[in-house]
Structure formats: C-alpha cells, structure tokens
Nanobody, 121 residues
Framework: QVRLVESGGGLVQAGGSLRLSCVVS????????MAWFRQAPGEERVFVAA????????LYADSVKGRFTVSRYNSKSTMYLQMNSLKPEDTGVYSC??????????????WGQGTQATVSS
C-alpha cells in the first residue's frame, strides 16, 4: 500500500518559518519525482515546488522563489519543504505528491492527506 504522510505544519506569525516533511512508503521513492502543492479554503490546489528523482533539479512557483527550499533524502524516503519568510498568503493545506516532474497536479499519481500551515499577520 502506497502511503505519503506529511507533517510539520502549524501556526506561525508572518516572517516566521516552518519545515514540512513527507515520508513515503510502499513505492520505490528514488524512482519518482516529487512535489508540494497547497490548497487554501475555497481555492484550487496550486503548485508550490517540485524536485527530480535524484534531487538535482528543482522547480518553484514564482510566489515562493527565494523563500522556500525543497529537498529530499532518498535513503530515508523523505522529502522536505523549508519555508522561510512566510506570508499570510502561504496559508493552506500542503500536500506532497509522487509522479512526474511538472508543475501540474495531473502529473502526479500518489498524494498525501496534507498538513495545515497557517500564517498569521
């Protein structure tokens, strides 16, 4: 059974930081590109960041460039999202996904349940 489990969300003030984790089981983690998406209440899911199988390539939404860093440790089947200089508009449920290296939700086959990150102003 494939499982993607996110953690690390919480409530933080604007300008603060959070580090999200995504632990994957049930598939060959190193064979999959990975990504983070965010969904705010009443809004569509949006792309945040992606990382290639080896971690050599990364892709970011313009809104998070320079503030967020995606990384992965294949030996631990884990992906991270370091979020710095957080803004209220970063608030939402952050989900990790496994699939193909694209900024489109349809490119990813496996999804986690998500972790809530709330940034207060």
């Amino acid at each position: 059974q494939v499982r993607l489990v996110e953690s690390g969300g919480g409530l933080v003030q604007a300008g603060g930081s959070l580090r999200l984790s995504c632990v994957v089981s049930g598939l060959m983690f190193g064979y999959y590109d990975m990504a983070w998406f965010r969904q705010a209440p009443g809004e569509e899911r949006v792309f945040v960041a992606a990382i290639s199988q080896s971690g050599s390539r990364t892709l970011y939404a313009d809104s998070v460039k320079g503030r967020f860093t995606v990384s992965r440790y294949n030996s631990k089947s884990t992906m991270y999202l370091q979020m710095n200089s957080l803004k209220p508009e970063d608030t939402g449920v952050y989900s990790c996904a496994a699939g193909i290296y694209k900024a489109l939700a349809s490119a990813y086959d496996y999804w986690g349940q998500g972790t809530q990150a709330t940034v207060s102003s």
